[in-house]
């Protein structure tokens, strides 16, 4: 069981690429979602999932595209990639039922100049 | 809506020192809460959980209650030591379906 992966583990982009962070589950997770963290703000919500098929926005969707066309992965692409982008970006799923604990993956780092 | 507040770090504390992290969350419904982990450079790991009023979460010498008289879900641990040194995420169980609702983080370091 791998549990959460992402990939890249590290990304330099310049204003204006374009580019999708990699994330899957291997644990037949229904939920799946995408967080940024930035120093002092926390871990805010951008885009979840409630299954194959079925996206919607959380917090700060803005300049984030999400599609789930499996079970297992759950890419996140920046169209055009803006220095306030910059962050670490996390996926998460969540087993059905019970306290809605979320398992993380390792993270990516994002750096756009 | 729903959030959650927690103590502004950095926390910095002496090897077998008590620690207390405070959380104070504001829901509505009956939300789980859980104590997150984020060891330098990872992911976050999920440290402790409630699922209802007065429960006691407990993991690694870590404990919180579940206070809804207060909206509190405090984080004690009676002796810390260097390793806990790591980043602590207060979080709540949101209204939209699973979505998890984060505090912004407090930094404790222990030093020996």
């Known amino acids: 069981n791998a549990g959460v992966t992402q990939t890249p583990k590290f990304q330099v982009l310049k204003t204006g690429q374009s580019m999708t962070l990699q994330c899957a589950q291997d644990m037949n997770h229904e939920y799946m979602s995408w967080y940024r963290q930035d120093p002092g703000m926390g871990l805010r919500l951008i885009h979840y999932?409630?299954?194959?098929?079925?996206?919607d926005q959380g917090e700060v969707p803005n300049g984030y595209n999400v599609s789930r066309s499996t079970t297992e992965d759950f890419p996140l692409r920046l169209l055009s990639a803006a220095p306030s982008q910059t962050s670490v970006y996390f996926c998460?799923?969540?087993?059905?039922?019970?306290?809605?604990?979320?398992?993380f993956g390792p993270g990516t780092r994002l750096t756009v100049t | 809506g729903d959030s959650v507040t927690q103590m502004e770090g950095p926390v910095t504390l002496s090897e077998e020192a008590f620690l207390t992290i405070n959380c104070t969350y504001t829901a509505t419904g009956y939300p789980s809460l859980f104590w997150y982990v984020q060891y330098p450079g990872e992911g976050l790991q999920l440290l402790l959980k409630a699922t209802k009023a007065d429960d006691k979460g407990s993991n690694k010498g870590f404990e919180a209650t579940y206070r809804k008289e207060t909206t509190s879900f405090h984080l004690e641990k009676g002796s810390v030591q260097v390793s806990d040194s790591a980043v602590y995420f207060c979080?709540?169980?949101?209204?939209?379906?699973?979505?998890?609702?984060f505090g912004k983080g407090t930094t404790l370091s222990v030093s020996s």
């Open positions: 979080a709540l169980s949101g209204q939209a379906g699973t979505a998890l609702i």
């Open positions: 999932s409630v299954g194959a098929g079925i996206t």
């Open positions: 998460a799923s969540t087993p059905p039922g019970g306290a809605h604990e979320q398992y």
